[in-house]
């Protein structure tokens, strides 16, 4: 069974970074394509980013692009969101996805468990 298991959320003040970590296991890592989601009290889940599996090619929703930044190390089985000049608007839990074939917005195969990022004003 796919474990991904994200770590660095938490409270911040408007205007703070974060980076966001998912450390993946049981699986081929580098031959998956990566995702960030997150979900708002109240709203939606949201897609935020996603990676390709050899890291060659990023996609960004427009309400992020230009202030996050995702990445990923196949060496350590991990992917990133680098968060900059946070807003309380970005409070959420985070999500991290794994698909087993395509670049996408939706519809992913395996998730994590989510972590909290609180951005207070």
Known sequence: ??????????????GASLRLSCAASRLTFSTYPMGWFRRAPGKELEFLAAIRGTGGNTIYADSVK????????????????????????????????????????????????GTQVTVSS
């Open 66 to 113: 230009g202030r996050f930044a995702i990445s990923r190390d196949n060496a350590k089985n991990t992917v990133y969101l680098q968060m900059n000049s946070l807003k309380p608007e970005d409070t959420a839990v985070y999500y991290c996805a794994a698909d087993r074939l395509y670049l996408r917005r939706e519809n992913y195969d395996y998730w994590g468990q």
């Open 1 to 14: 069974q796919v474990q991904l298991v994200e770590s660095g959320g938490g409270l911040v003040q408007a």
